[in-house]
């Protein structure tokens, strides 16, 4: 599984990488290839955004890295495995202790404490919790006073932000985000990102973040676009401008 | 039709395998109704093709007043008649047994007994046995036994008869002493020429009105010539046989009442199953709904459709329940058949069919009423929210608190009336029926209570039962956090489990402390297998030795009886059994004292003495008999009645100095070998040693045995008819986990997507499952085994209060089990969906 990596894959530095993935939907006449030989790397301690139209490939692209989904075909290397041949087992491994998850809608268990929420992947890992790190998340994240509460009595912003807390506390090689600002007030929202690339700047964490929105790609150190199923351009320190620029440029060449 | 309700049906139409899960247990209740109405109907007809007393061949009969044979030789000779049996029976004694001997041609369309081997009996002194007789009585075909068959006016036998057995035949009953012999060799045995009853067999195109007429002046004609005659009615064979049905189909309806209140008690159970299936289902559905109002349907229009929807539900659901039972009903008849016994079929009973349909519309409309007005309640505004995944409500409203306490308060009241009003050690004029019917009231009170309080009982339930579940490791504690999470779902599933569970453990706590006192009792009524007394003619040393020394035997232990007079003069009855050497009495319960202290100058007396002469262990009695008479220190103090019909218990020395005879009066004695053929054996030991002695044998292990299996038949089919209970609650159980799987597909592909592996999901699934029946089951023991032990006070019977341990962990561990098994379906399909297809999901 080591040879033969294509440039992208072989930087050194790229914590997790696509190599001429591919995914069909169904079969036949019917079928839509959602990744149509994508070949991306995402550099360590870096925040990417993934960017592109509805319909791109890109929520299809992080599932694939994430070990969510299986590709069709081509690669999907996290720090050197490839997660397209590997076993449910395998997998299951693969998420609970090396990747972390920021979901649009929080997706946190209602019937347990924020406290208990985070510390749901090392408890499943059945890993010691690092009461350090849990100290410091939680207080960059201003939910200390929150802990005790279940989500439902959390706003979607604490919400989220417990769910950032959860998905770094197993200090993962790679965050993966899917649209972690899409129902968020822009407020909250900003408070999300700014933490996401603090914990880049200052932890060394790699984030791949999902959006549609220029204003959160900005945060991100260098944005990947897609457009139907391939990639279609890379911008490196993003900001609102160019971003949007970017978008409109590929909404036009369609 | 309403947009609603339309939209509504359409979503039905697009998944019709859930509407027939939502109303599964509705349907498993449709099944057990209409399916009792055709076991009632299968064994009414089975019975009343099957065995009556009369034989089908018989056209005519004449009962019921004096009957001759003069008649019934007259009868035979009456143009038409082709056959006619006289009934009669005559009583006969060997040695001390009782022989039946029974009027019977043996043979032809008339007969009520049929030959097995030898051959009939047909001659003035031969009979045929029937074979429980030749083994308990020793009548071997070819043997000769001297039978008494007349009595003189004292009621002793005159001198036997010599009868040889010829043949073993099968008739109706068979209790062991039954011999059949001809009419005429029957009327000579006893000396009479009485008959019972004259079955008349007609020749092929007789006039039967014509013939019974004849009949009829005929036995009338008979009656005139005594004194005294009763005139008999001439009947009908299918008459008589209809009456006998009819009295056999009686005992049918009235045993079908008993289990009906079985099986309403399981259409209970389902209405709140079926409840609690559309709590879930409208959940799920409650953003379809939030829309449906967004875009302006009515509070009222979400209500009524949601419940159109449910009587639907009630009505494919009972509609498949009433045919599948009618496939079943239709089917048992023709595989029972396929193994020989004859079994009718039920027929096709249409109101019956109709009605149950209706039951289930009706029960489903009353278990959906409350869900659909909760679901109508939805804000439109919840449609305009995030898919996140949402907590249920964990507590219940202050309505419901109030009046779930009032229900405990009100059971608790109840159940106080019963406690102070129950009855002493040995009541009299005890009435035990209001009791009763107000422990059912308190319990069925403490049920609906449970039902208001179940959402906040399941929590602190689960706190204690939980632990060890969520100590086991993460995939525990996510169990039973989601149980815990969602507390009025685990209410709802738990509180049918423990209905289950409390009339399960209500039955083995009442069943086992009736069978320690039935136990006790006949310890004392029935201490040996055998016991052998006699009156005027003691058992002597050397007899005793003898039956010591046989092999068939075992604690054999001799006794004498002494009619003596205690203390304020009342006439009482001593014995001098070792207690030691007796099993069944070495452990007889004592009020106060020891029976090993029984020495000599010692006494054991029962608890009417104790009572009737105000006697306490240490005090003193002087004990006489006849002209003799001596002091006695009272050593113990039994709870209830001494063994052996006496009062007290005195020490083998102190009898005879009191004049007892050196010969004993009666002996006990255990069968050697456990067993029919070992009873026999042990039996036919002391008939041998009797000889001709006028001694008695009673076999008191029948006695015993009878009420033991009694008792234990009770009480499986009991067990069995709540079985349909349970069996409805692990339905519930199967259908809420299978519902709230799809209710929480989005939690279990977090769950994934945070690194559960798919084997631990399916894991927590079912321990989640099981959960629910260790809540159940919890709830269910503590309400049902102090209600057991209430009744069974209540019963006055004077019964211990038992607590059958083993029998309820395994009622326990087989609910939780039951309960988990029918969580594994429903947790192995959420396994199998993708951790994005999960996360997609809304």
């Known amino acids: ?254 | 039709m309403s947009a609603v309700l339309r939209t509504q049906l359409r979503g039905v139409a697009r998944r019709p395998a859930r509407l027939l899960l939502t109303g599964l247990a509705v349907l498993v209740v449709s099944f057990v109704v209409y399916a009792t109405v055709l076991a009632q109907e299968i064994t009414k007809r089975s019975v009343l093709d099957g065995l009556s007393g009369t034989p089908a061949a018989v056209d005519l009969v004449a009962r019921k007043g004096t009957l001759t044979t003069a008649e019934l030789a007259a009868i035979g000779k009456l143009p038409g008649v082709a056959e006619a049996a006289g009934r009669m029976d005559a009583g006969g004694q060997i040695g001390n047994e009782y022989l039946q001997i029974v009027a019977d041609p043996s043979t032809g369309p008339l007969a009520v007994s049929h030959l097995v081997s030898g051959r009939l009996a047909t001659g003035p002194a031969e009979i045929a046995v029937s074979p429980r007789t030749v083994e308990r009585l020793g009548l071997k075909p070819g043997t000769t036994a001297k039978v008494s068959l007349r009595f003189d006016k004292d009621g002793k036998p005159e001198a036997p008869t010599s009868l040889t057995v010829v043949g073993v035949v099968t008739g109706r009953d068979d209790y062991g002493f039954q011999a059949y012999a001809s009419e005429p060799a029957v009327a000579r045995m006893s000396g009479s020429d009485a008959l019972n009853q004259i079955d008349v067999r007609l020749a092929p195109g007789a006039d039967a009105d014509g013939v019974r007429q004849q009949i009829d002046a005929l036995v009338a004609a008979g009656v005139s010539k005594v004194k005294d005659g009763e005139r008999p009615e001439v009947a009908t064979g299918s008459q008589v046989r209809l009456e006998e049905a009819r009295a056999k189909a009686k005992d049918v309806d009235s045993l079908f009442a008993v289990i009906g209140l079985f099986v309403a008690i399981a259409v209970v159970a389902a209405g709140l199953v079926a409840a609690s299936t559309f709590r879930i289902v409208f959940a799920q559905r409650m953003r379809q709904l939030a829309l449906l109002r967004a875009v302006g349907a009515g509070r009222g229009g979400i209500t009524w459709s949601l419940a159109a929807e449910g009587a639907l539900t009630g009505l494919v659901t009972g509609l498949a329940g009433v045919l599948l039972a009618l496939g079943a009903g239709q089917l048992v008849p023709r595989v029972v058949a396929a193994f020989g016994p004859h079994v009718a079929s039920p027929g096709l009973p249409i109101a019956p069919a109709l009605l149950t349909v209706l039951l289930a519309v009706v029960l489903t409309v009353v278990a959906v009423v409350a869900p659909a007005f909760t679901a109508g309640k939805v804000s439109p505004l919840e449609a305009l929210r995030g898919a996140g995944v949402t907590a249920g409500r964990r507590d219940i409203g202050k309505a419901r608190w109030v009046f779930g306490l009032l229900l405990v308060v009100a059971a608790g009241l109840v159940a106080a009336y019963v406690f102070q009003g129950l009855p002493g050690p040995n009541p009299k004029d005890y009435n035990p029926s209001i009791n009763l019917l107000a422990i059912v009231a308190s319990g069925g009170l403490a049920f609906l209570a449970l039902i208001a309080l179940g959402p906040v009982l399941v929590r602190p339930v689960l706190a204690v039962l939980g632990t060890p579940v969520r100590r086991s490791g993460p995939v525990g504690r996510l169990a039973a956090g989601g149980v815990g999470g969602a507390p009025r779902r685990a209410a709802a599933v738990s509180v049918v489990v423990a209905l289950g569970v409390t009339l399960i453990s209500g039955c083995l706590v009442g069943g086992e402390s009736i069978r320690v006192l039935a136990d006790r009792q006949s310890s004392l009524s029935a201490p040996a297998d055998y016991e052998l007394t006699t009156n005027d003619d003691p058992i002597p040393a050397t007899a005793v030795g003898q039956l010591q020394g046989r092999s068939e035997l075992t604690h054999v232990v001799p006794y004498r009886r002494l009619a003596v007079t205690a203390g304020n003069g009342t006439d009482l009855q001593a014995v001098d059994v070792q207690l030691a050497a007796v099993p069944r009495l070495a452990g007889l319960d004592v009020a106060a004292g020891r029976i090993a202290d029984l020495g000599p100058g010692k006494v054991v007396i029962s608890a009417f003495m104790a009572d009737n002469q105000g006697l306490h262990v240490g005090d003193k009695v002087t004990v006489v008999a006849g002209k003799r008479s001596m002091p006695l220190t009272v050593a113990a103090e039994l709870s209830d009645v001494a063994p052996l019909a006496s009062s007290m218990i005195i020490y083998p020395a102190d009898m005879t100095r009191l004049g007892a005879p050196a010969g004993y009066s009666g002996l006990l004695a255990d069968q050697a070998v456990a067993g029919e053929k070992g009873r026999s054996d042990g039996r036919r030991a002391l008939t041998d040693a009797v000889g001709n002695h006028p001694w008695a044998i009673n076999v008191l292990a029948d006695q015993r045995d009878q009420i033991n299996s009694e008792l234990t038949i009770l009480l499986a089919i009991a067990l069995g008819l709540i079985g349909l209970t349970v069996l409805i609650a692990v339905v519930g159980v199967g259908t809420t986990t299978a519902l709230s799987v799809v209710e929480r597909v989005r939690e279990s592909g977090l769950l994934r997507a945070v690194g559960l592996s798919r084997g631990a999901l399916r894991a927590m699934l079912t321990t989640e499952s099981a959960l629910y029946g260790v809540i159940g089951a919890g709830l269910g023991l503590v309400l049902g085994v102090p209600y057991a032990w209430l009744a069974v006070q209540a019963l006055g019977v004077n019964a211990p209060l038992t607590l059958p341990v083993g029998q309820l962990a395994v009622v326990f561990v087989i609910l939780v089990l039951l309960t988990a098994a029918a969580g594994v379906l429903p947790a192995r399909r959420a396994a199998k969906v993708s951790p994005v297809v999960a996360l997609g999901a809304e």
């Open chain 1, 1 to 254: 599984m080591q040879t033969q990596f294509p440039p992208a894959a072989q930087d050194a530095l790229a914590a997790v990488a696509a190599v001429d993935l591919v995914k069909v939907y169904g079969s036949g006449d019917t079928a839509v290839r959602a990744l149509d030989g994508v070949t991306v790397g995402f550099t360590r301690a870096q925040f990417t955004a993934i960017m592109g139209p509805s319909g791109s490939g890109k929520s299809t692209l992080m599932h694939c890295l994430a070990g969510l989904d299986t590709a069709t075909a081509g690669q999907a290397l996290l720090g050197g495995t490839d997660l397209t041949r590997q076993s449910d087992r395998v997998l299951t491994r693969v998420r609970r202790e090396r990747i972390g998850f920021i979901f649009q809608s929080f997706n946190l268990l209602p019937q347990l404490t924020a406290e208990q929420n985070i510390l749901l992947p090392l408890e499943l890992a059945g890993r010691k919790p690092d009461r350090h790190l849990f100290n410091h998340l939680t207080e960059a994240l201003g939910i200390t006073a929150r802990l005790s509460h279940r989500p439902g009595e959390l706003s979607g912003g604490q919400q989220q932000r417990v769910a950032v807390a959860r998905a770094l506390i197993s200090r993962p090689e790679v965050v993966f985000a899917d649209e972690p600002t899409g129902n968020l007030d822009s407020r909250s929202g900003a408070e999300v990102l700014l933490f996401l690339r603090n914990s880049v700047r200052e932890l060394g964490q790699t984030v791949v973040m999902v959006t549609h929105d220029p204003g959160a790609a900005a945060y991100a150190d260098r944005v990947v676009l897609l457009a139907d199923g391939k990639v279609a351009g890379e911008i490196d320190r993003p900001d609102h401008g160019s971003v949007t620029e970017a978008l409109r440029s590929l909404a036009v060449q369609r």
